[in-house]
Nanobody
Framework: QVQLVESGGGSVQAGGSLRLACVAS????????MGWFRQAPGKERVGVGLIAGDGSTSVADPVKGRFTISRDNVQNTLYLQMNSLTPEDTGMYYC?????????????????????WGQGTQVDVSS
């Protein structure tokens, strides 16, 4: 049984940083494409960053230069380092894993492409 458990969310002021973690069980983080998504209130879930099975990464344009996605294969954990946070980054952040794709799908990535999901961790950024 695959379980993804996120942590690290919280409330920060604009300009601050947070590091999200996603611990996987029943799934090896280097097996296939994994990613981080976020969902603001009243809006759809959108992709933030992806990491392929070979470790190559990509992040969405709105967070480019501020967010970094990485993983620790020994700890079987996915990370999202978020710097220079703005109120627009507020939302629920989810970790997701693809069922079969080793190489991540090309942008725009939709949440429907990912099979496994965590419960999410809330990030609130105040101005």
């Amino acid at each position: 049984q695959v379980q993804l458990v996120e942590s690290g969310g919280g409330s920060v002021q604009a300009g601050g940083s947070l590091r999200l973690a996603c611990v996987a069980s029943g799934y090896t983080v280097s097996r296939n494409c994994m990613g981080w998504f976020r969902q603001a209130p009243g809006k759809e879930r959108v992709g933030v960053g992806l990491i392929a099975g070979d470790g190559s990464t990509s992040v969405a344009d709105p967070v480019k230069g501020r967010f970094t996605i990485s993983r620790d294969n020994v700890q079987n954990t996915l990370y999202l380092q978020m710097n220079s946070l703005t109120p627009e980054d507020t939302g629920m952040y989810y970790c997701a894993a693809h069922l079969w794709r080793y190489v991540c799908p090309s942008a725009p990535v939709t949440s429907a492409e990912f099979t496994y999901w965590g419960q999410g961790t809330q990030v609130d950024v105040s101005s």
